[in-house]
């Protein structure tokens, strides 16, 4: 069975910085790409960022491009988001997901076959 286990959440001032981590177990890590999402009150879970299964290619939305940063440790099995220059709207539930396809990166349109429970990020002005 699958597990992704967020963490990394809380509350910080704008402009500051978080770091979410996802540990994955079930799975060949190593294999899979993985994303981050996240769901505002009242809006639909949206992409934040996704990475393929080596490491080496990484996609955005354009909304955080340049703030923030995802990256992964085949050796723990841990996903990460860098979250820096952290602004109001922000402010989410942010979910780590691991890719429906081994092998196989499709940076935006991948699609996703497991969920993590999520963390609550919130920045205050």
């Known amino acids: 069975q699958v597990q992704l286990v967020e963490s990394g959440g809380g509350l910080v001032q704008a402009g500051g910085s978080l770091r979410l981590s996802c540990a994955a177990s079930g799975l060949t890590f190593r294999s899979y790409p993985m994303g981050w999402f996240r769901q505002a009150p009242g809006q639909e879970r949206e992409f934040v960022a996704a990475?393929?299964?080596?490491?080496?290619?990484?996609a955005y939305a354009d909304s955080v491009k340049g703030r923030f940063t995802i990256s992964r440790d085949n050796a723990k099995n841990t996903v990460y988001l860098q979250m820096n220059s952290l602004k109001p709207e922000d402010t989410a539930v942010y979910y780590c997901?691991?890719?429906?396809?081994?092998?196989?990166?499709?940076?935006?349109?991948?699609?996703?076959?497991?969920w993590g429970q999520g963390t609550q990020v919130t920045v205050s002005s």
């Open positions: 997901a691991a890719s429906a396809t081994a092998y196989r990166f499709e940076g935006r349109s991948q699609n996703y076959k497991n």
């Open positions: 990475i393929s299964w080596i490491g080496r290619v990484t």
